[in-house]
C-alpha cells in the first residue's frame, strides 16, 4: 500500500498573511467548506491571538466543518496557546499548531534569548497545548537555516513533550531541494524517538522552490506538507496545494506516494481563493492559471486531438476543467478550426473547410485570437452560403479625413471576371456603396444599416447588418471585418448576391 501524504493546507492563515488579501469572516468561511469539498486532512483556519475577528473565525469554523483537523496557530507562549483552545472548542478534531524561531539570528534578534532558553519555552508550549488537546504540532521556525544538531535535540525533546507532528520549516525560501532533502533524511536517520511523529514541512517560494523542496522532503521521509491555494503566502508566498498533489498523482510511478484529494476540486477552489482575496492567478501558473491548459501552436492543437497525452500529461477535467482550450490563432490548422466549428454545430465538408480556413486565416491574421463568437458571425455571414455569393470583394481602399472628400476605390469578383470602381460619397461608407453600384449598374435604395461590435477589445470584429430595396424586393445583408468600412462593404455584397438569388427563383 501506498504511504498517504497529510495534506495541510494554510491558506486562511499563511495564506491570508500576503499583502492585500485579507479576507472576510464570511469569505473565510466559505473557502474552508471548499477545502472541505477538496477533502484536505488540515485547515489552518487561523492565528486566534493575532485579533478578536481572527480568533471568531477559527470558531466559526470549528463549528462548522466536521471531517478535516482544525489547526490553530499559536506562538509558544501562553496566551496564544489559551487563545488557540478557546477558538478551538467547538471543532471535532482540533490542532494547537506552536511554533518558535530556533536558527541563531531568530533567537538572537527576534526571541532576544539563548538556545537553551527556545528550547525550554518549546518544551514547556508543547505540554501546554498537550494539556489541552491531544494533537500538538510544533514548528521550528527558520529551521532549514538552524544548527544541525540543536535542531536535533529540540525535535527529539519537542517530540518527548508530546508534539504528534513536528514540522521543518523552510520559512524564508532559502533551501533548494538536493539539500532540503538531505536534511529530512539526516533528521529522520539521527533523532532517536522520530518515529513518534509526522514529520512535516512548510516551504516558502522565495526562490521559486517550495513545491520542488516539498516533494523532496517527502522522498525523504516526511509525510505531511503545509501548502496553500494558488501558491499564497508571506512574500513570495508557500508551496501550491495544487502543484504539490498534482505532482505526486501525475508522478505517481515516481513517489509511490498518494494524497486523499479530490483533484476534481482543485480548479473551483483556486477560482473560489482568487475572487475572495482579489489576487488573480497569473496565466502561465501551473495546474490552474489560465493558460495551463491552452493549446496555441497548430501542431500542438493537431497533435491534441489526435491523441491527449501528446502534449498533455494531465487531463484538464482531473482538476475539474471540462477540457483542453485550443487557443484559435492565425497558426491553428484545419483540423482544430473543423474541431471547434463542429463543438458550435457547423457541420463542414472537407471542400466547404477549405473555403472557409481562407476566411478564417483573414480574421485571424487581424485579430490576436478569434473567439467562438467570431467563428459564429463567419459562419452566418460568409460561411456555407458565401459559396454561392455572386458578388465577392476582391479589394477595396478607403481614403477619409476631416478635411478631404470620403473617396472608396473597390474591386468585385462577378461570376469569375473582376471590375474595379472608384467613388466619392458623404462618408467613407457611402463611397464604398457607390463604387458598387456603379459596378452592378442597378438602381437599389438602402432601407436599414446597423454596425455593432462582437467580441471585446481594440482588435473587436465589427457587424454590419443592411437591409436593400430593389423594386417589390427587399432583402438583408450582413458583413463582418475587424475593419467597419470592409464589413459594410461585405454586408451590402451579401444583400447584393441574395436579391440575385431571389431575382432567379
Ligand atoms: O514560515 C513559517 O515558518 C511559518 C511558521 C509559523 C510555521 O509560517
Ligand atoms: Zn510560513
Not at 535542531?151 to 525533546?157: G, H, N, Y
Not at 482568487?274 to 488573480?280: E, H, L
Not at 469578383?413 to 449598374?441: L, Q, R, T
Amino acid at each position: 500500500m501506498k504511504d498517504k501524504i497529510i495534506i495541510f493546507d494554510t491558506t486562511l492563515r499563511d495564506g491570508e498573511q500576503v499583502p492585500g488579501g485579507s479576507l472576510t469572516r464570511f469569505e473565510k468561511l466559505e473557502i474552508a467548506k471548499q477545502l472541505e469539498k477538496l477533502n484536505v486532512d488540515v485547515i489552518e483556519a487561523g492565528f486566534p491571538i493575532s485579533s478578536p475577528g481572527d480568533l471568531e473565525s477559527v470558531k466559526e469554523i470549528s463549528k462548522a466543518l466536521k471531517r478535516p483537523v482544525i489547526a490553530g496557530l499559536a506562538r509558544a507562549v501562553k496566551k496564544d496557546i489559551d487563545a488557540c483552545r478557546e477558538a478551538l472548542k467547538p471543532a471535532r478534531r482540533p490542532r494547537i499548531h506552536t511554533f518558535i524561531g530556533t536558527s541563531d539570528i531568530h533567537v538572537k534578534f527576534i526571541t532576544n534569548t539563548t538556545r537553551e532558553e527556545v528550547l525550554r519555552r518549546s518544551i514547556e508550549a508543547v505540554k501546554l497545548a498537550r494539556n489541552y488537546c491531544d494533537d500538538v504540532e510544533y514548528s521550528a521556525m527558520d529551521a532549514t537555516r538552524t544548527d544541525f544538531d540543536y535542531l536535533c535535540k529540540i525535535v527529539e525533546e519537542t517530540i518527548k513533550a508530546g508534539a504528534r507532528t513536528i514540522n521543518i520549516p523552510d520559512s524564508v525560501g532559502y533551501s533548494e531541494p538536493a539539500e532540503h532533502g538531505k536534511l529530512i533524511k539526516d533528521l529522520m536517520n539521527t533523532v532517536p524517538n522520530i518515529n513518534k511523529a509526522v514529520i512535516s514541512v512548510h516551504c516558502h517560494n522565495d526562490l521559486g522552490m517550495a513545491t520542488a523542496n516539498s516533494l523532496a522532503a517527502v522522498m525523504n521521509g516526511a509525510r505531511q506538507i503545509e501548502c496553500t491555494i494558488n501558491g499564497l503566502g508571506e512574500r513570495a508566498g508557500n508551496a501550491a496545494l495544487e502543484e504539490v498533489v498534482m505532482a505526486l498523482k501525475v508522478r505517481k510511478e515516481l513517489y509511490n506516494l498518494e494524497t486523499a484529494i479530490k483533484t476534481e476540486e482543485i480548479y473551483r477552489t483556486s477560482k473560489l481563493v482568487a475572487r475572495y482575496t482579489g489576487i488573480s492567478v497569473q496565466p502561465n501558473k501551473s495546474i490552474v492559471g489560465q493558460n495551463a491548459f491552452a493549446h496555441a501552436s497548430g501542431i500542438h492543437q493537431d497533435a491534441i486531438l489526435k491523441k491527449e497525452s501528446t502534449f498533455g500529461i494531465m487531463s484538464p477535467k482531473s482538476i475539474g476543467i471540462t477540457g483542453h482550450e485550443l487557443v484559435l490563432t492565425s497558426r491553428s490548422g484545419r483540423h482544430a478550426l473543423s474541431h471547434r466549428l463542429e463543438e458550435l454545430g457547423y457541420k463542414v465538408t472537407a471542400e466547404e473547410l477549405n473555403l472557409i480556413y481562407v476566411k478564417f486565416l483573414a480574421v485571424a491574421d487581424k485579430k490576436k485570437e478569434v473567439f467562438d463568437e467570431d467563428l459564429t458571425a463567419m459562419m452566418e455571414t460568409e460561411g456555407k452560403k458565401g459559396f454561392d455569393a455572386s458578388y465577392v470583394l476582391e479589394d477595396i481602399y478607403v481614403a477619409t479625413g476631416t478635411k478631404i472628400t470620403p473617396m472608396a476605390t473597390i474591386t468585385l469578383k462577378v461570376k469569375g471576371k473582376s471590375f474595379k470602381a472608384a467613388a466619392i460619397g458623404d462618408g467613407p461608407v457611402d463611397a464604398a456603396y457607390k463604387a458598387i453600384n456603379s459596378i452592378v449598374k442597378q438602381d437599389i435604395s438602402l432601407v436599414d444599416y446597423q454596425l455593432k461590435a462582437i467580441t471585446g477589445g481594440k482588435e473587436a470584429q465589427g457587424e454590419v447588418s443592411v437591409r436593400i430595396k430593389k423594386g417589390p424586393i427587399e432583402v438583408n445583408g450582413r458583413g463582418l471585418s475587424t475593419d467597419i468600412i470592409e464589413a459594410s462593404a461585405r454586408a451590402y455584397l451579401d444583400a447584393l448576391s441574395k436579391l440575385e438569388r431571389t431575382k432567379a427563383r
